[in-house]
């Protein structure tokens, strides 16, 4: 699992929460489909510390991307209710902003990056695709 | 001035040739290709994400390693360093992704999906690109 070097992470989330993943990728989704692709939950390393970025709202979602290709939204308990000891956690610096927490880093190891592909492939399939067009919020 | 055989100066003769469209799988290849550019060092502005030993490799094992059949409906993206190809169909619940983490090195994970809940998963480090088109035999069954 990541260090637990979180620095930003506050309290956990009510379940009842809902959650907005940016797509800042087209690969994250597949707009012939109309599902969300696996990729949007894959833990990059520059996000150990703290977690996958995730947004109240659409517009906290997508605040820090240069570019978006849409977003989708997921509901906290969904995240909480996998085998995984997954955390939503809200983010310190800004309360429209929260972590998924306890994500698999998939470059640590063979075994971190099997479980990373099956937690990644979990989410996506209980996250529902909003827009994949970009949000550019007003 | 001495004259000039008239032939010498007739146009040249095109034939029109369907050798082109008889080769199967030319969009699917054409489609990796493009997708491999596009997460190229070059691709990229500015220069990120996968080196060029790394697209290279992946350069070499999907377009001139796999059989062209296996690139139907391959998803090229590239993950840090990494680049890696997903094929997923939704219908029969498959996933296979193929890592290129580094040159020379491939790992493969499927997963088999029923009723929303996984019912089978492995990675697995491959020995040989040989390894992808087994796993790929058992993706389009």
Redesign the interface.
């Known amino acids: 699992m990541p260090s637990s070097a979180k620095q930003n992470v506050g309290d956990r989330l009510s379940d009842t929460q809902e959650l907005f993943r940016a797509f800042a990728d087209k690969s994250f989704r597949d707009r012939k489909r109309n599902v969300v692709r696996a990729g949007a939950y894959y833990l990059r390393e520059s996000e150990v510390d703290d977690g996958l970025s995730v947004g109240l709202t659409p517009r906290a979602a997508v605040q820090h991307l240069e570019k978006n290709y849409g977003y989708c939204s997921i509901r906290v308990g969904e995240v909480h209710g996998l085998p995984y000891k997954l955390e939503v956690r809200f983010d310190l610096t800004d309360q429209n902003h929260a972590f998924i927490c306890n994500l698999p880093l998939m470059t640590i190891s063979d075994e971190q990056r099997e479980l990373a592909m099956l937690v990644a492939g979990e989410l996506a399939r209980r996250s529902i695709p909003i827009t994949f067009d970009p949000f550019i919020p007003n | 001035m001495t004259a000039v055989p008239k032939m010498l100066f007739a146009p040249p003769r095109y034939k029109s040739s369907t050798t082109r469209l008889r080769e199967p799988f030319v969009h699917e290849m054409y489609q990796v290709f493009r997708q491999l550019e596009r997460v190229s060092p070059r691709g990229m502005e500015p220069p990120s994400g996968p080196p060029t030993d790394i697209v290279e490799w992946a350069r070499e094992v999907l377009l001139r390693v796999l059989p062209r059949k296996y690139l139907i409906g391959a ?1 090229i ?1 590239a ?2 360093r ?1 680049i ?1 190809a ?1 094929w ?1 169909s ?1 219908e029969k619940g498959k ?1 296979v ?1 193929v ?1 290129f ?1 580094a040159p020379q090195q491939l ?1 493969i ?1 499927h ?1 088999a ?1 029923e009723n ?1 809940a ?1 019912v089978e ?3 697995v ?1 491959a020995t040989s690109p040989v390894d992808i088109s087994e796993r790929l035999r058992w993706f389009f069954q």
């Open positions: 998803e993206s993950f840090e990494e890696h997903t997923e939704y996933r992704v890592f983490p790992k994970y997963e999906v929303d996984v998963h492995k990675l480090n």
